[in-house]
């Protein structure tokens, strides 16, 4: 009995409801299909459950099941059982229930890496770098990050005690769980007189209004007449929060993106209903390679109508659209149901699924399959490789030295300590590393044990290799040791040499300590790439008119 309700509920989950065989666009050949396949299914789980050597887990094949259909068609098709609804709920609406703290695996250890300020976690003194111990008295040492955070989370007003190690002291503190609100902008303000800088995490419910509010704020409150949108590392979220966002900057009735399906009944256009917020406030608009979906649906579209530079690197190529649907007993699916096409045409989607062969990567759009499009100032843009910055900002690259000690989470350590030591440092605006603050840093670090490589010194090995294939290493054997010897690391050498780079990871880590995300924000400001170079196109009137092919 109980298998069959098992199987009755795998059917469920698989057949929406209101689907049956006789639709209109199914033949009966392929309503014979459906149902000669779903049966087969249902066989081969029945005669396992009955007779595989040892006792299965229905639940756990009938996942794996799911999860291994979905993944013949693209990452984005998705099963959310009851169990991840959660996670759901805190991917499209910002919000969820617990103590409002990043936690990470650092070895076969779980650390609070950033306490949300002015939630439970930062209210009951809980500090980045705590080492979680025990909640509630289970011991939780040995358990991973994601099952640690599945004890934390949980229904707001409910306690939890939670014990933590710090630097050798052993702490616990009572918590009150809350509804944890994340906004999706974490941080606006003025970089400059008259430049505004609004930095836009996610796209969930309330994007819209927020950034919304920050601009109306910073308009009408502190003078900003140019505008700096940071789209950098955000991967997406609800469709109608993006074109609420475009509709901020363009006419009334604009159509902002376009949504085209397997049938073409169901393409939806999505126009700029409301009456614009600023037509002619120039717009810098800030993306990267982590910058996705709803990013690339305002990126795409503001560069299609000349309304904003965009700066930065290529985007990540996202051009499919999901909707969730309900299914039974609590859980969901994520179908990819489109693709969406900015207002010149284009759908930036990189990868192609539809021809991907079983166990393979799909493969980028072929160059030959491209297309040009135009933007609404004759500008060229093409689709199929994401969002392409008007303006590029070369990606920076960082010493082996500098990946080690953030990988090891020496800075992190580093940054754990200082902040017991010290009380207090300047306002984030303010901060900067001393050279005696960089100095005890290098101390601690050449007394911490780790190694590395340079790349010069594993091309150097490689040569030998080669050179002794080739029977030429005894003739150059002493000028290869001299050369050898020069590429090796040198910890106190390399923590000269790449000081600068060193300092501002430094920097950011030590003042988030003490000032928490937006502190990070505000020290970052001035130091920034690409937030500098959009300054210095937002300063020269007659360059940002050129680049947007503005005619006068």
Aim: aromatic letters at 8%.
């Amino acid at each position: 009995m109980k298998l069959i309700v098992q199987i009755v509920v795998i059917i469920a989950l698989i057949w929406p409801a209101g689907w049956s065989f006789a639709q209109d666009d199914r033949n009966q050949s392929s309503d014979f299909e459906i149902y000669k396949n779903l049966e087969l299914f249902e066989l081969v789980y029945k005669t396992v459950d009955m007779n595989y050597v040892d006792e299965s887990n229905p639940g756990h094949l009938m996942k794996v099941a799911i999860d291994a259909m979905l993944h013949e068609l693209d990452p984005y098709t998705t099963y959310i059982p009851e169990s991840r609804m959660e996670d759901y709920k805190l991917m499209t609406t910002g919000q969820y229930g617990g103590i409002g703290a990043l936690i990470q695996q650092q070895g076969d250890r779980v650390v609070i890496t950033d306490p949300y300020e002015g939630f439970p976690a930062q209210k009951a003194g809980l500090l980045a770098g705590d080492v979680l111990l025990e909640i509630n008295g289970q011991d939780v040492k040995s358990l991973s990050s994601s099952d640690v955070s599945e004890k934390l989370k949980g229904k707001p007003g409910s306690e939890l005690e939670v014990t933590v190690n710090r630097n050798g002291e052993v702490i616990t503190k009572k918590l009150n769980r809350e509804e944890v609100k994340l906004s999706p902008v974490p941080y606006h303000d003025m970089v400059t007189d008259k430049i505004g800088y609004i930095k836009l995490n996610s796209f969930t419910q309330t994007a819209g209004a927020d950034v919304l509010d920050a601009f109306q704020d910073l308009k009408k409150n502190r003078g900003m007449e140019k505008l700096i949108l940071d789209l950098r590392g955000n991967p997406g979220g609800l469709l109608i929060e993006a074109v609420k966002i475009v509709n901020m900057f363009v006419k009334k009735g604009e159509v902002i993106v376009e949504m085209k399906g397997r049938e073409s009944r169901k393409d939806v256009k999505y126009t700029a209903a409301l009456k614009p917020t600023d037509l002619q406030i120039p717009i810098a608009v800030l993306v990267d390679g982590n910058s996705a979906s709803a990013s690339e649906i305002v990126s795409g579209a503001l560069q299609d109508f000349d309304r904003a530079v965009i700066v930065g690197r290529t985007t990540y190529g996202k051009g499919l659209v999901q909707r969730p649907l309900d299914l039974k007993y609590n859980a969901k699916i994520k179908v990819t149901i489109a693709k969406y096409y900015t207002p010149s045409g284009r759908c930036i989607q990189k990868l192609d699924y539809s021809g991907r062969i079983t166990g393979q990567d799909a493969e980028e759009v072929a160059d030959s399959l491209l297309t040009k499009y135009y933007t609404r100032n004759g500008r060229e843009v093409i689709d199929g490789r994401g969002v392409e910055p008007d303006i590029q900002i070369e990606e920076k690259d960082y010493s082996k030295l500098t990946a080690t000690l953030v990988v090891n989470h020496i800075i992190f350590n580093y940054a754990t300590l200082f902040r017991v030591e010290q009380d207090a440092i300047a306002p984030p605006k303010e901060f900067d590393l001393t050279e005696q603050m960089y100095q005890d840093f290098v101390n601690y670090v050449l007394e911490q044990d780790f190694e590395y490589s340079t790349d010069s010194e594993n091309i150097m090995k490689q040569l030998k290799l080669t050179a002794e294939e080739e029977k030429l290493m005894e003739i150059a054997k002493e000028e290869y040791a001299a050369l050898l010897e020069k590429f090796k690391p040198s910890k106190a050498r390399d923590l000269a040499t790449f000081k600068e780079e060193i300092s501002e990871i430094l920097a950011d880590e030590i003042v988030g300590r003490y000032y928490f995300q937006k502190g990070r924000y505000a020290h970052n400001l001035k130091e920034d790439r690409y937030i500098q170079k959009s300054i210095e196109i937002l300063n020269n009137s007659a360059r940002y008119k050129d680049i947007l092919n503005i005619q006068e």
